[in-house]
């Protein structure tokens, strides 16, 4: 503890100042240098030189007194997620994480369990973000958003089922994922359609739109659906399946493929023959349901790339006073395959 002075003393931080003696620039060229500026015109030797003389000294600029400077913070704020969104929605995060790296954002993830929106709101509002990204499990309010950019936020985007008030909406409409399976199904002449829904806690975000769909569609069709509820483990799947035949039904949608996956091994251990008996459906398009026997028939989902969002992100932040806009997130269409 005592050593403690004495070492900072001998390895004082280096500061902007001990870049540029070592480069031999000024301290604005090194700025410009290391915060990307495109405004001002600095040769790639020069460049080249104060990144290696900052790597050299182990120099790392200061987040908050860039960010007094510019008036504003380079940080986007993306609630963490607290559900297993599956990899189709794994990947799209990450590739907009990327997105926005390459941009110039720090992508910071905030942990708001157990926060409500207008809660959620002023935590994240504490941290001063240039956007905040909701990625839809706390609904965020018209008041939480101009709670956000009163403290500066230029960009407010919500990604769910219904467009925010006051911020730029990407509606996600799960019903149409639902609506799209059930359609299949009886389409291929099936009338008694279970649905699955995951006990997992906080999927009803995108599992209970997903079964408004497929029932609007099966009464559309004259159909039956039978909301039907598993965990996501062996256990579970065996108890279902266990009694399928007692529910009399010729075809099920799950949820997702990872959930058909596991429902369609246990029905086969069962005896259940698929598709004679039940036809079976996923959503995700997940590359192993095309390696089963029988191949999962699925719900192909097109999202917006992540990549775009970023842009989008960008553009706000440039043009915080836009009139907000709204965007459609995906599109799905049916997959057929032996399963169904």
């Not at 002075?5 to 604005?28: I, N």
């Not at 936020?153 to 799960?174: C, F, N, W």
């Not at 739109?209 to 039956?224: F, N, Q, S």
Request: aromatic share 4%; with cysteine; proline share 6%.
């Amino acid at each position: 503890m005592s050593q403690t002075p004495k070492q900072s003393a001998e390895h004082p931080v280096p500061t902007s100042a001990d870049v540029a003696r070592l480069a031999g620039v000024s301290r604005a060229t090194v700025s410009y240098v290391l915060n990307n500026t495109s405004a001002v015109r600095i040769s790639e030797p020069t460049r080249r030189r104060v990144r290696e003389a900052a790597e050299e000294l182990g120099y790392v600029p200061h987040a908050a007194a860039r960010s007094l400077r510019a008036g504003h913070t380079r940080m986007v704020l993306l609630p963490a997620a607290h559900v297993p969104v599956g990899p189709l929605y794994s990947r799209f995060f990450n590739e907009l994480q990327w997105a926005l790296r390459r941009l110039d954002y720090t992508v910071v993830q905030y942990g708001s369990l157990g926060l409500d929106g207008d809660e959620a709101a002023r935590a994240w509002a504490e941290l001063r973000p240039v956007a905040v990204v909701s990625l839809g499990e706390v609904a965020l309010t018209p008041h939480g958003v101009g709670v956000l950019k009163r403290s500066g936020a230029k960009a407010v985007i919500t990604l769910g089922p219904e467009r925010v008030e006051g911020a730029h909406s990407l509606v996600m409409d799960q019903r149409e994922v639902g609506g799209c399976a059930a359609a299949h199904l009886i389409g291929r002449g099936y009338r008694n359609i279970g649905v699955l829904m995951p006990d997992e806690p906080g999927l009803e975000l995108f599992s209970r739109p997903r079964l408004e769909g497929a029932t609007e569609a099966a009464m559309r069709a004259g159909a039956r659906i039978e909301p039907l509820t598993m965990s996501y483990d062996e256990e579970s799947a065996a108890a279902l399946a266990a009694r399928w035949r007692g529910l009399g039904l010729d075809a099920v949608y799950a949820y997702n493929d990872e959930y058909a996956m596991l429902l369609m091994r246990a029905l086969q251990d069962e005896g259940v023959d698929i598709p004679r008996e039940t036809a079976v459906m996923g959503a995700d398009d997940l590359l192993l349901g095309k390696l089963l026997r029988p191949r999962l028939s699925t719900v192909q989902i097109d999202l917006v790339t992540g990549q775009r969002l970023a842009g989008l992100v960008d553009r706000v932040v440039r043009d915080p006073g836009a009139e907000p806009e709204r965007h459609d997130l995906m599109r799905a269409r049916a997959v057929h395959r032996e399963s169904s």
